[in-house]
């Protein structure tokens, strides 16, 4: 049977996921983003000066290693579980049309000061609208720089 109930979208799951990624200890993790503008100088233009990188945060957030089991040869794989309100907030701040668009651009996630590179992106629905975003990870060096 099919449910012909009206379901009015609310918020409700948006608020719920923000809320348990705070109370399962909620991390901060920081989305790198190429600098949107380029450098107009004489210097910038012929690549004298290094491009600077936006460090866009994301919280609340969770960071664990996947659960899976591994072959001898492959590197540990992370995921970052992350709130659908911090990454729409990216998304209005930069005049993007998506958060596909927005991980699309990322050349990678900062978390405790190590560097991943973002694999793939799905996302979790409820009623039509995100409320959870899983970003697979892989390291990418051991240090970024502060």
Known sequence: MADLS????????????????????????????PPLQGDATDAGQVGLHAPGFLSLPLAPAVFRQERRLM???ESMKYELLVSAE??????????????????????????????FLIEAVSASE?????????????????????
């Open 86 to 115: 911090a990454v729409a907030a990216q998304v209005t701040q930069l005049q993007l049309s998506s958060a596909q668009a927005l991980f699309a651009l990322a050349a990678g996630v900062v978390v405790a000061g190590k560097l």
């Open 126 to 146: 409820s009623q039509g609208s995100v409320y959870l975003y899983r970003l697979l990870l892989q390291e990418a060096c051991s240090e970024w720089p502060r």
């Open 6 to 33: 009206t379901q009015n979208p609310c918020g409700l799951a948006q608020r719920m996921a923000t809320a348990l990624l705070r109370a399962s200890g909620g991390t901060s993790a920081s989305l790198q983003m």
């Open 71 to 73: 072959q001898s040869a």
